[in-house]
């Protein structure tokens, strides 16, 4: 099984920036794929962002040009970036990795929450 920590959610006015970042840890062989997810009252959870092994990364029209998605391969960590934040970006966030061996893993989530 693999843990994901996930840290730097929290309050942003309209237009600011904020950092998430997850790491894994446990019984890891090789992860292939790390994203981000979201969810907000009443919606499906949805991708935002998804970047292979390889360093190959792909966004949703919505957040395409805002958000940068970014990873370590020797420390198992993901980062997103997201920069000109808007009030419709306000969701719980998720970190999800896929490993070879143990398959589909999810964070517990993070609030990021802005303000207009």
């Known amino acids: 099984q693999v843990q994901l920590v996930e840290s730097g959610g929290g309050l942003v006015q309209a237009g600011g920036s904020l950092r998430l970042s997850c790491a894994a840890s446990?019984?890891?062989?090789?992860?292939?794929?790390m994203g981000w997810y979201r969810q907000a009252p009443g919606k499906q959870r949805e991708l935002v962002a998804r970047?292979?092994?390889?360093?190959?990364?792909n966004y949703p029209a919505s957040v395409q040009g805002r958000f940068t998605i970014s990873r370590d391969n020797a420390k198992n960590t993901v980062n997103l970036q997201m920069n000109s934040l808007k009030p419709e970006d306000t969701a719980v966030y998720f970190c999800?990795?896929?490993?070879?061996?143990?398959?589909?893993?999810w964070g517990q989530g993070t609030q990021v929450t802005v303000s207009s």
């Open positions: 999800h990795v896929s490993d070879v061996y143990t398959g589909s893993s």
């Open positions: 446990g019984n890891i062989v090789r992860i292939t794929i």
């Open positions: 970047i292979t092994e390889a360093g190959n990364t």
